[in-house]
Each structure stands twice: as C-alpha cells, then as structure tokens.
C-alpha cells in the first residue's frame, strides 16, 4: 500500500497491512518479527495491552510476583469446580511480550517424545523434534552453547542463562533430592529428564532483564521501515469476505470507535490459549449451538474451538525455615524437579518446583497457618488427563469468557492420584539430612493430613495453576481439530493461529519456549521454508 493510500485509509478508520497479527505474546512476537524481515511485505502487530519498554515491573524478572492480578493481568476467574479450587484464578498478561512478559521466564527445551507424539498421534505433520530442534537452536543464545552442546545455539534473539546456585537453602535441596534418589542433572542437554533436579535455566539477561519475546523480538526492530507496533488495541471479532479472513476491528478504549485493520495477504491470531478462542467464537468459528444461541452468526461449525482445554495443575507444600532464606533472587522460583509416579514412562508425569518465598495465596483463607521465612515445593501434574472448555459469556467482546478448566475431573483420577504422590515426594525429599539444617514446621498441608483421603480434600481445596493453559484450538489431523499442522483454521483461508492454544497435548515441561517456537515455525510455513 501507497504512503498516501495508507494516509487515506487511516483517515477513514480503516488500515491495511500485507501481514496482521493479532496479539502481542510469546508466539505473535516471533511470528511478527520474523516476517518482517523481508522488506518487501508490511507486518503490523496489534497488541491489547501497553508497550512495555521502560516498565521496570514488567522488564525485571525478579518482580513477575506484582503483576498477578494487576493492570497487566486480564485476571480470569474460573466457573466454579466440581473438584478443584473455585476461587483460581487465570492470569493472562495484558502487556506487550504476553506471559513471557508476565511469567517466571523458566526456559525448557520441548521434550523430543513431546514433539514426535504431536506428528505421531494427532498428525501434526512436520512437529517431529528432528524438524523443530533446528528452530529451538535459532531462535536461542544459550549460555551452555559451545562444543559440548552444539545443539544449543549461540545467536538467536532469546538469551537463555544458567541460575547462579547461590540459594543455600536450594542447595540443600538438590542434596536432599539426591538423598532420597533423584539426583542432579544437566536440563535441556538434549535428552529427556525423567528423574532428576537442578537450577533452572530462564530466558533472562544476565543483568536481571528478562529475555521475554517483546525484548528478544520487538524492542531491537521497532523502528523496522516496514513493522508497525498497534498497541492499546483490543481486537472485536475478525472480519471475513466470504470465508477469507481479511482483517480484523479493533477498539482503543471498552467504548471507542471501531477501526479496522486488513490483512492483505494472512492474518495470523496469537492472543493465547483463552483469547484465541474467545476471539474466534466472537467471529463465528467455533461450536454453532453454542455460538448461536447467543446471537453470533455462525461462520464455520468448528467444535473444538475451546474445547480440549488442558493445564498443569500443582499442589503446594510449604515449611517454616530454620535458617534466614534468601533476599534476593533471579525470580525466587528457582530449581525443578522431575519424577516420574507411574513406571516405565519416557517423560516425567511429576514436576515440582522449589519458591523460596510465601505462598500462601489460596491456603490462608482456607485457615491454614503463614510464615514470612519459608520455602515451599510446587508438585504439579505434567500431563493431566482432565480437559475443559473456553466459551463465550456473551456475544460482548468486552465481556471476560467461561473459562472451565475442569480440574481433577478425569474419571480414572489420574490427575488426583499423581498429585498427591508428589506431595508425599515432596515431604520426603524435605525430610532427607540435607535439609535438616531447614525443614522446620511444615505449614501445609500440616502433619495431620496424612491420609490419601485428606491429601485429596487439601488438594481440592487449595490447588493452583502453574499458569499453563494450553490445547483450546488443537492441531491435528482429525476432525475435531480446528487448526491443521500449517497452523491454517480448517474451512476458512488466510487465517493462522500461533500461540498455545495449538499444542494437541501438553509439553511436560514449562511451555513458554515452545510457545516461542510456534511462533518462529508459523513465520517459517508462511514464507514456505
């Protein structure tokens, strides 16, 4: 388009780009990034939230923790749960560079059985981890990458650094691991870790700031001739001319006046595992009973929009320190261990991680005893069986969705079963001699709830999310999947979707890094490479 066609365009309220993408999170900035490479093509990147450039709570990794349920956060509440904890909340970030601006930047290779299941059993075609490990490697400077490890690479935009080991109470908490036999590994060496513990590695810079997609992506084009950064601006339903998406409406405030960006050649939606089906339901694509009755016209009858929704449920442990805990942290979330509960498995099916901090956010109303010097573990549950729903409130795009994660609602219990194994695990690790020296009271679920019965009622009580939402616009090859492996809507033309809503099934390890390599591989099938 013309300067002046775009000067015109704009004055009418209406603007065309070659490429839109529609969210600023971990998938959509790579994806806009990368297409914006090539000069000959406009890219312009809409994102609901404010820039984060010069937001120090938002750029400095340490202080993730204040931006739960705060201006960032479009703050979710769940539909009340037949088995899980009702006053849950699902933080989404409202700020450009989405969870990985939000998030604790815990950074994990995508387990290769993980990837190859997604080609294998959903028929997902090119998702193997043969094609998608080169990915990983570009779009990462790893702190690990050398002779030793030449899968890592050394110039990607997503610095990838090693936690310094300086918490002593971790530590000891890598010797008890080891005590009780789970000993302490090297994570994303480029094998799966089944049983083992060790500092995590984070997508951070060395001197705090987080190495989120708007940071690693964005800031260093922004000023890109052809790349356009929207943000402010709240999409209000896709627009299609027949069934080809052409653009998109967008608000600048709950009550502003429409303005319509178009999609010249692909509009590509990465607003996450929560918006994107919200967003492709307020457009008519998604389950026509439900669409219809409340007033959306229906497009496209696609049942799996919103539907296969699946999380990573965790349970927490915390105790009284004997010892003074650390006062300063990378992000106070900072070693993981894995287990594996069932045997014979090629992944782990328990993950926990260690805080050293208080967490207490849905134990205390629930009468349990607080502490300010302590340290918890988190077991959570890599590949829960329970899946829920996204739908719509109303046809109100202002109006928050029915997010029902179904939580413990798999009818064999695995979920339940694995979870509060690992809470005896965690116990367990706690008790070892390594920790003598500062596993003091244990604070919750206390030393009465001994039983599977009062470990259950706990869990359903005062469970939480690791803020993993992912499977609401599953890929795949079935019908049932809306989205084929190039990332395209079935039955629609010249829309994508890149973000977590598209994992067929869940990673059993923190998603953020694959989320990024979405959005490199969306760019990469748009370009045909």
Same mark, same amino acid.
Not at 46 to 65: F, H, K, S, T, Y
Not at 280 to 291: C, F, K, Q, T, V
Not at 392 to 398: I, P
Not at 419 to 425: A, F, K, P
């Given at each position: !388009?013309?300067?002046?066609?775009?000067?015109?365009?704009?004055?009418?309220?209406?603007?065309?780009?070659?490429?839109?993408?529609?969210?600023?999170?971990?998938?959509?900035?790579?994806?806009?990034?990368?297409?914006?490479?090539?000069?000959?093509?406009?890219?312009?990147?809409?994102?609901?939230?404010?820039?984060?450039?010069?937001?120090?709570? =938002?750029?400095?990794?340490?202080?993730?923790?204040?931006?739960? @349920?705060?201006?960032?956060?479009?703050?979710?509440?769940?539909?009340?749960?037949?088995?899980?904890?009702?006053?849950?909340?699902?933080?989404?970030? &409202?700020?450009?560079?989405? /969870?990985?601006?939000?998030?604790?930047?815990?950074?994990?290779?995508?387990?290769?059985?993980?990837?190859?299941?997604?080609?294998?059993?959903?028929?997902?075609?090119?998702?193997?981890?043969?094609?998608?490990?080169?990915?990983? &490697?570009?779009?990462?400077?790893?702190?690990?990458?050398?002779?030793?490890?030449p899968?890592?690479?050394?110039?990607?935009?997503?610095?990838?650094m090693?936690?310094?080991?300086?918490?002593?109470?971790?530590?000891?908490?890598?010797?008890?691991?080891? %005590?009780?036999?789970?000993?302490?590994?090297?994570?994303?060496?480029?094998?799966?870790?089944?049983?083992?513990?060790? $500092?995590?590695?984070?997508n951070?810079?060395?001197?705090?700031?987080?190495?989120?997609?708007?940071?690693?992506?964005?800031?260093?084009?922004?000023?890109?001739?052809? $790349?356009?950064?929207?943000?402010?601006?709240?999409?209000?339903?896709?627009?299609?001319?027949?069934?080809?998406?052409?653009?998109?409406?967008?608000v600048?405030n709950?009550?502003?006046?429409?303005?319509?960006?178009?999609?010249?050649?692909?509009?590509?939606?990465?607003?996450?595992?929560?918006?994107?089906?919200?967003l492709?339901?307020?457009?008519?694509?998604?389950?026509?009973?439900?669409?219809a009755?409340?007033?959306?016209?229906?497009?496209?009858?696609?049942?799996?929009?919103?539907?296969?929704?699946?999380?990573?449920?965790?349970?927490?442990?915390?105790?009284?320190?004997?010892?003074? !805990?650390? @006062?300063?942290?990378?992000q106070?979330?900072?070693?993981g261990?894995f287990?594996?509960?069932?045997?014979?498995?090629?992944?782990?099916?328990?993950?926990?991680?260690?805080?050293?901090?208080?967490?207490?956010?849905?134990?205390?109303?629930?009468g349990?005893?607080?502490?300010?010097?302590?340290? /918890?573990l988190?077991?959570?549950?890599?590949?829960?069986?329970?899946?829920?729903?996204?739908r719509?409130?109303?046809?109100? $795009?202002?109006d928050?969705?029915?997010v029902?994660?179904?939580?413990?609602?798999?009818? @064999?219990?695995?979920?339940?079963?694995?979870?509060?194994?690992?809470?005896?695990?965690?116990?367990?690790?706690?008790? %070892?001699?390594?920790?003598?020296?500062?596993?003091?009271?244990?604070?919750?679920p206390?030393?009465?709830?001994?039983?599977?019965?009062?470990?259950?009622?706990?869990?359903?009580?005062?469970?939480?999310?690791?803020?993993?939402?992912?499977?609401?616009?599953?890929?795949?090859a079935?019908?049932?999947?809306?989205?084929?492996?190039?990332?395209?809507? &079935?039955? =629609?033309?010249?829309?994508? =979707?890149?973000d977590?809503s598209?994992?067929?099934?869940?990673?059993?390890?923190?998603?953020?890094?694959?989320v990024?390599?979405?959005?490199?591989? /969306?760019?990469?099938?748009i370009?045909?490479?």
């Open positions: !388009m013309s300067t002046e066609s775009q000067a015109a365009a704009s004055a009418a309220g209406v603007r065309e780009f070659d490429y839109v993408v529609v969210g600023g999170g971990s998938g959509g900035c790579a994806v806009a990034a990368r297409l914006s490479e090539d000069p000959s093509v406009s890219v312009a990147l809409i994102e609901a939230g404010p820039d984060d450039r010069g937001v120090d709570e =938002v750029l400095q990794l340490n202080r993730w923790m204040e931006l739960l @349920e705060s201006g960032y956060d479009w703050d979710y509440p769940i539909e009340p749960q037949d088995h899980g904890n009702s006053f849950m909340r699902h933080s989404r970030a &409202k700020v450009l560079g989405g /969870c990985s601006s939000h998030n604790s930047c815990i950074a994990f290779w995508p387990p290769a059985e993980d990837l190859d299941e997604w080609e294998s059993r959903f028929g997902a075609t090119g998702w193997n981890a043969e094609a998608l490990w080169p990915v990983l &490697k570009r779009m990462e400077t790893n702190e690990d990458a050398g002779p030793d490890a899968h890592h690479g050394d110039s990607g935009p997503v610095n990838l090693n936690i310094p080991p300086v918490d002593p109470c971790g530590v000891a908490l890598l010797e008890a691991a080891g %005590q009780y036999g789970i000993p302490t590994v090297t994570f994303n060496a480029g094998t799966t870790v089944t049983r083992g513990a060790n $500092f995590f590695q984070i951070s810079r060395p001197d705090g700031v987080r190495s989120s997609s708007s940071v690693s992506y964005i800031h260093p084009i922004v000023d890109r001739e052809n $790349f356009t950064l929207l943000t402010g601006l709240r999409a209000k339903r896709l627009l299609f001319d027949g069934l080809r998406c052409v653009g998109v409406e967008v600048d709950q009550f502003g006046r429409t303005q319509v960006i178009r999609s010249a050649r692909e509009l590509v939606l990465s607003a996450g595992a929560i918006d994107s089906p919200k492709l339901m307020l457009s008519g694509i998604g389950p026509a009973e439900h669409l009755g409340l007033g959306v016209d229906v497009l496209m009858d696609s049942p799996g929009v919103g539907s296969n929704l699946q999380d990573h449920p965790e349970g927490v442990v915390s105790w009284e320190a004997l010892a003074p !805990m650390v @006062e300063t942290s990378t106070w979330w900072e070693i261990i287990d594996t509960v069932d045997s014979g498995l090629d992944r782990p099916d328990l993950m926990m991680h260690y805080g050293s901090v208080p967490f207490d956010m849905h134990t205390l109303r629930q349990y005893p607080t502490a300010e010097n302590v340290f /918890c988190t077991p959570n549950v890599t590949h829960a069986r329970s899946r829920g729903t996204v719509l409130r109303s046809r109100d $795009f202002r928050k969705p029915l029902d994660p179904r939580y413990f609602s798999d009818p @064999e219990g695995y979920d339940l079963r694995i979870m509060t194994e690992g809470i005896r695990r965690a116990r367990e690790i706690a008790r %070892q001699p390594a920790m003598a020296g500062w596993t003091g009271r244990e604070l919750f206390g030393p009465d709830a001994d039983s599977d019965a009062d470990l259950q009622a706990y869990i359903e009580r005062t469970h939480n999310t690791v803020y993993h939402p992912v499977g609401s616009v599953a890929m795949g079935s019908d049932d999947a809306p989205v084929d492996a190039e990332l395209r809507v &079935k039955g =629609v033309e010249g829309l994508r =979707v890149a977590a598209i994992f067929p099934e869940h990673t059993s390890v923190n998603p953020n890094i694959t990024m390599m979405v959005g490199e591989r /969306c760019a990469d099938l370009r045909g490479r």
